[in-house]
């Protein structure tokens, strides 16, 4: 069966809650009596020292210095008047104790119990009730002194009787309904925050798991509105920028197989209509249309090399063989490839003329660290672009530079038409053109930037189209982290 989370989180918080009263309580609870009863005691001890104290006293106020035996102590003590305390000194015979009588008439309504006893323990008054009848331990008791003899012995409370009386134990029981009555009010009260707090917690998560179950149907579009500063708010935004991700993946692959069915199917189609001719004899195959049908499968095999090839970089699969190489070099090598077809539509390709703000150039005998096939195949996918949208006479330049924050740059600029600047982003996106009217023989198959930006980010590099410096065309900017420069 299942449980809900909720359920769980409630369940637990409430044994946690009821454990912790219950201990609370019953630690409370025994401190207090341990507390409690030790105040008992010692005020017990206290008005016993105070009773004796006061009927040694009255000894020596009604005797003197002279000595009294036990009897004549406890016969002035059994002559004890019952009159009113106004009255008490004045009309007390004189062999009485009437200082003592007079504290017992005030004790008379208080729950203490008071035993005398001889010097053997054996109980001869009682104030109040005492249960014990048998001879009592004079080491406990507090002595009655005529002279400097014993001539009796005094206990309150709890040192005649173990434990505390009626009254007392109906104090405690008061005050522990009073303990049971507040954890009781704070269990409740406890109960309702936590209900509070699980609804506060499972909300959000109910509606996460609710958009989660929504994109797993493949509803991408769905987001969640939590507004909060917590973890659980930094959860929704982290999945709202996963669904914004998958959504943008998906609108990337439909895009993707719409467009690579649309730049397969274009060949495809004008190879089969030109091979349908031949067959049906409209004309003989000669050398310009066998030409002109290898070209189409070139492009059918430059379309489907650059989609694999992608694909293998997007999905991790492609690894780095790293080498120590001369930038000038390799610049030097990538323009090469291209300079018959520069001269053709007479555009110069010179060296270090576009420097961007703030850039110092390089010497000539910088050494880096990258994979150079790849490299090659960057500075190909820039350059074959620069020279498709340079006019005949235009210029090219090729710059390597140190920026700002030291980081090797390198930036190819042109002086065509150049890149509108809500373009610029966007040009590195597959299979997308600044024109997207242009054909294929114009445009390429418009994943070379795409690839382009793959292998820098496996270098740990960046690219962007950046505003022209210099011949205001397009510029594309590569810069690399200060580590790929080796001197």
């Known amino acids: 069966m299942k449980v809900r989370l909720w359920v769980k989180l409630f369940i637990g918080f409430l044994a946690i809650i009821v454990l912790f009263g219950v201990m609370l309580t019953v630690i409370t609870r025994r401190v207090l009596e341990q507390q409690f009863t030790r105040y008992v005691e010692e005020n017990d001890i206290r008005l016993s020292q105070q009773i004796a104290g006061l009927l040694s006293d009255e000894i020596t106020l009604a005797h003197g210095s002279r000595r009294i035996s036990e009897q004549q102590f406890f016969q002035m003590l059994s002559e004890e008047p019952a009159v009113p305390p106004m009255r008490h000194m004045r009309e007390a015979p004189s062999d009485t104790l009437p200082l003592f009588s007079m504290m017992m008439h005030h004790r008379r309504g208080m729950p203490q119990s008071i035993a005398v006893t001889d010097t053997q323990g054996n109980i001869r008054r009682v104030y109040g009730s005492v249960s014990e009848t048998g ?5 406990g008791g507090i002595p009655v002194l005529s002279g400097d003899r014993a001539v009796g012995y005094v206990f309150a409370g709890t040192m005649i009787d173990s434990g505390l009386d009626v009254y007392h134990r109906e104090m405690l029981a008061s005050i522990d309904q009073s303990i049971i009555t507040a954890a009781l009010i704070a269990f409740a009260v406890s109960l309702v925050i936590s209900l509070l707090m699980f609804a506060h917690i499972i909300s959000p998560v109910s509606a996460l798991r609710r958009a989660v179950d929504s994109i797993k149907k493949g509803r991408y579009k769905t987001r969640v509105r939590i507004n909060r500063r917590d973890e659980l708010g930094d959860l929704s935004r982290s999945f709202n920028a996963m669904a914004e991700s ?18 397969l199917r274009t060949p495809a189609a ?11 004899g409209v004309y003989a195959p000669d050398k310009d249309q066998l030409t002109h049908m290898q070209h189409e499968v070139q492009q059918l095999s430059q379309l489907i090399d650059e989609l694999q090839d992608l694909s293998s970089i ?20 990538a323009v090469s490839a291209f300079t018959l077809l520069a001269d053709r539509k007479q555009i110069e390709i010179a060296r270090q003329r576009a420097l961007g703000p703030g850039h110092s150039v390089l010497g000539d005998d910088l050494r880096v660290s990258w994979d150079s096939r790849r490299m090659d195949q960057v500075f190909s996918n820039i350059l074959a672009n620069a020279l498709r949208h340079t006019p005949e006479g235009g ?3 090729v710059t390597c530079a140190r920026s700002p924050k030291n980081n090797l740059v390198i930036s190819i600029e042109d002086s065509g038409p150049g890149i509108a600047e809500q373009e610029r982003e966007k040009i590195f996106e597959r299979f997308y053109r600044v024109d997207m009217h242009r054909g294929r023989e114009s445009g390429g198959t418009g994943l070379g930037l795409a690839i382009t930006r793959e292998i820098l980010h496996l270098h740990g590099a960046s690219v962007r189209a950046a505003a022209p410096a210099v011949f205001g065309g ?9 580590h790929v420069v080796k001197n």
């Open 395 to 397: 210029s090219i330049d």
């Open 135 to 139: 001879p009592i331990h004079t080491e």
């Open 314 to 333: 997007e999905s991790g699969t492609v690894s780095l063989l790293l080498e120590e190489c001369s930038l000038q070099d390799r610049i030097d090598q």
């Open 474 to 482: 397009a510029r594309i900017e590569i810069e690399f982290p200060a």
């Open 270 to 280: 004008l190879l089969s209509a030109e091979i349908e001719m031949l067959l049906d």
């Open 246 to 263: 998958l959504e943008q993946s998906e609108i990337w692959k439909r895009r993707i197989i719409s467009d690579a069915a649309h730049e």
